[in-house]
């Protein structure tokens, strides 16, 4: 054991996340030292603009003299045992974090687009210098799931994993079903609230939430997932009228991020999804997250919380960084390395195997639903409910079918036969059904 009686902290980024950990750190000092068995310090703090954030340290009860722009403070300290990046980004914080790495220290990042993009660097500098890399905040922000992963639910092979993992589009799906309202509607609204950026193409095209899943499939396969192999689809097409279509067969519709092993073969992927009604993600509501884990032993588990904000992303850093310094007075760096040693196959969308939402408006005149029952049939798709209902459009009618499952080329197929029926005057949205037993 490494008699440390005070473990070092240098920290990049002093925004809404950094903030948050200066908070904790400093609120919670005493039970975390108990905890730890040594005092925690905030030796260092990194930020480009050393004048805008000066009072905010001041105010938080640090000492300003420990600010700087100057990364080589933090990294070049050999006093300094514990870097916490929170700056975000690619670059630099890749640079950073390496060099960080090579000069063993530990280290504690938020940063889901860096560990989705760039985990098996970061993880070999981390295994190759025998130090730690610990990224609990950067999935679900506050919810303890990376962790619970690695370690609580190591005994397990995971099956499958279903998450919310998306505050600001369930924020928005939430409100749209409520308050029967359109996307564009809600969305400004959220904008208004702050629940949405300016420019909210990374939540709404769900690529935040497919970093996120590509770094708990990752975890849960033993094999590296990349985000540029996640299949995704936002939630920009799903009307209110699709959401009533949904309640009214008994689902709710959510962005999933989902990931599952079958037969050795890994399914990564995050879209808009139906869930029966009685599935408890389907009552994880607001800017709340969840993430739903099945392992052949545990069964299945629920992980529910915050996903974003100032304290509880802090908890998820926190928590790492008690994590590094306990390794640290133990002298087990490294001990919970990177989990990637298989390389398993990543199937592309079309093989996937899942049940379909399909609306359309056809003419209503006779044979118009056989034709469209004849090319699922053909084509193998059967048929597992069907609604038809009369619309303002003169003369028209709008279908709505629910298939059983199928491999996506084959709907994918059957969809193109249907939207050139004469009879069919467009096809206005195909949604997967996510039914798990
Ligand atoms: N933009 C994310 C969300 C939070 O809406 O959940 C940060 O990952």
Redesign the pocket.
């Known amino acids: 054991m490494e008699d440390k009686k005070v473990i070092k902290i240098g920290l990049m980024g002093v925004g809404t996340v950094g903030t948050g950990v200066i908070k904790v750190l400093l609120k919670n000092q005493e039970v975390i030292a108990h905890r730890i068995g040594a005092d925690l310090e905030i030796k260092r703090v990194l930020d480009k603009d050393i004048e805008r954030v000066s009072a905010k340290i001041k105010e938080l009860g640090l000492n300003e003299s420990i600010l700087t722009s100057d990364v080589n403070e933090l990294i070049g300290d050999p006093e300094i045992d514990i870097i916490v990046e929170v700056i975000g980004g690619i670059h630099p914080a890749l640079e950073y974090i390496i060099k960080a790495l090579e000069k063993g220290k530990s280290v504690v990042t938020a940063n889901?687009d860096l560990i989705a993009a760039h985990g098996k660097e970061l993880f070999e500098a981390a295994s190759h210098h025998q130090t730690d890399l610990f990224f609990e905040a950067s999935v679900a922000g506050g919810i303890p799931i990376i962790q619970s992963m690695k370690e609580s639910l190591a005994g397990n092979q995971i099956k499958q994993i279903m998450g919310i993992v998306?505050?600001?589009t369930n924020f928005i799906l939430t409100k749209m079903t409520k308050e029967k309202k359109s996307f564009q509607e809600v969305l400004e609204q959220a904008q208004k609230l702050g629940y949405a950026e300016a420019d909210p193409t990374s939540?709404v095209g769900g690529f935040?939430a497919a970093r996120k899943v590509a770094i708990l499939a990752s975890i849960a396969f033993n094999s590296r997932v990349t985000d540029a192999s996640v299949y995704v689809e936002g939630i920009t097409n799903i009307s209110a009228l699709d959401i009533a279509y949904a309640q009214e067969l008994g689902y709710t519709i959510k962005l999933l991020g989902i990931a599952k092993l079958e037969n050795e073969e890994i399914e990564v992927r995050v879209h808009p999804a139906m869930i029966p009604s009685t599935h408890p993600l389907s009552a994880v509501n607001d800017s709340f997250?969840a993430v739903f884990v099945e392992g052949d032993a545990v069964g299945k588990t629920m992980f529910y919380g915050r996903?974003?904000g100032e304290l509880p992303t802090a908890s998820a850093i926190v928590g790492d960084i008690i994590s590094a310094a306990r390794n640290i007075r133990f002298s087990a760096r490294g001990r919970l390395g990177c989990t990637c040693f298989e390389h398993k196959r990543i199937k592309p969308i079309g093989e996937i195997r899942t049940k379909y939402y399909l609306r359309m408006v056809v003419k209503d005149q006779p044979g118009v639903l056989a034709s469209i029952a004849a090319v699922l049939g053909n084509q193998n798709v059967s048929i597992a409910s069907v609604i038809q209902k009369r619309i303002s459009e003169e003369n028209h009618a709008e279908i709505v079918l629910i298939t059983h499952a199928v491999e996506e080329h084959s709907l994918k197929d059957a969809i193109a036969i249907i939207s050139g029926l004469s009879s069919v005057e467009r096809v206005e949205n195909v949604i997967r059904v996510e039914e798990t037993d």
Do not use: L
Request: hydrophobic fraction near 10%; charge should be negative; avoid cysteine.
């Open positions: 889901k998306n505050g600001t939540d935040d997250n996903g974003a």
